[in-house]
């Protein structure tokens, strides 16, 4: 089995920063790649960002891009999620997720959810 942990979420204001961290455990023998997804109140979840774990290529969602960041540390099996210029409608849960078997656009495992709140 395999275990993700996120933390970092909580409330901050307009035009804030919260950095996501989200840790992979159990199982892993290979990690292709790594997503941020989102789900706000009564809306369905979306993607945020990915990364590629060799070539470390990073995908965004236009709403997001040029104000939040996804990293890695390979050794630690955690990704990153650096939100800057927060905004009222980036509040949502958001989760992690893992590629362990290069199957693109599908996740094998999936975090509990941390929740990020933005003030107007």
């Known amino acids: 089995q395999v275990q993700l942990v996120e933390s970092g979420g909580g409330l901050v204001q307009a035009g804030g920063s919260l950095k996501l961290s989200c840790a992979a455990s159990?199982?892993?023998?290979?990690?292709?790649?790594m997503g941020w997804f989102r789900q706000a109140p009564g809306k369905e979840r979306e993607f945020a960002a990915s990364?590629?774990?060799?070539?470390?290529?990073?995908y965004y969602v236009d709403s997001v891009k040029g104000r939040f960041t996804i990293s890695k540390d390979n050794a630690k099996n955690t990704v990153y999620l650096q939100m800057n210029s927060l905004k009222p409608e980036d509040t949502a849960v958001y989760y992690c997720?893992?590629?362990?078997?290069?199957?693109?656009?599908?996740?094998?495992?999936w975090g509990q959810g941390t929740q990020v709140t933005v003030s107007s």
């Open positions: 997720a893992v590629d362990l078997n290069g199957t693109p656009g599908h996740y094998d495992y």
């Open positions: 159990g199982r892993i023998f290979n990690i292709y790649h």
């Open positions: 990364i590629f774990w060799d070539a470390g290529f990073t």
